[in-house]
C-alpha cells in the first residue's frame, strides 16, 4: 500500500538542563564538528541576535553550524556525538532509587 503522507525525517535533540545526568551535550556535538564552545558562540549563536529564545537559538545554531561545515546534523552526527557524552557514576541507577516507587 502506498504510503498516504510523505516520509519527513525526524531528529530528535534530547539535553540535560540542568546538567545532572552527564557530560555537556552541546560539547559532544561541537567536538563532532572540530569546533570549540567559543568559536560556536562567536559564529553560529551570536550572530542570531537577541530575539530567541535561548533553547531555539541555540539549535538553530546548531543546524547553522551542520550546513556551514557540509555536514547536517542527521542520525550520524547524533550517534557520533553521543558516544563522547559520558553518564555521571550512578545515573543507569536511578530509577530504582526514585522517591515514591515500589
Do not use: C
Amino acid at each position: 500500500m502506498p504510503a498516504t503522507r510523505p516520509y519527513l525525517p525526524h531528529i530528535l535533540l534530547a539535553f540535560d538542563f540542568d546538567s545532572t545526568l552527564g557530560s555537556d551535550s552541546i560539547d559532544a556535538i561541537l567536538g563532532v564538528y572540530g569546533v570549540t564552545r567559543p568559536e560556536y558562540d562567536r559564529d553560529f549563536v551570536e550572530p542570531l541576535g537577541e530575539n530567541w529564545d535561548n533553547i531555539t537559538k541555540r539549535g538553530q545554531a546548531l543546524i547553522d553550524l551542520g550546513r556551514g561545515r557540509g555536514r547536517p546534523l542527521s542520525r550520524e552526527v547524533m550517534k557520533e556525538a553521543a558516544r563522547r557524552v559520558s553518564l555521571f557514576p550512578g545515573v543507569l541507577d536511578a530509577g530504582e532509587a526514585r522517591p515514591g516507587r515500589a
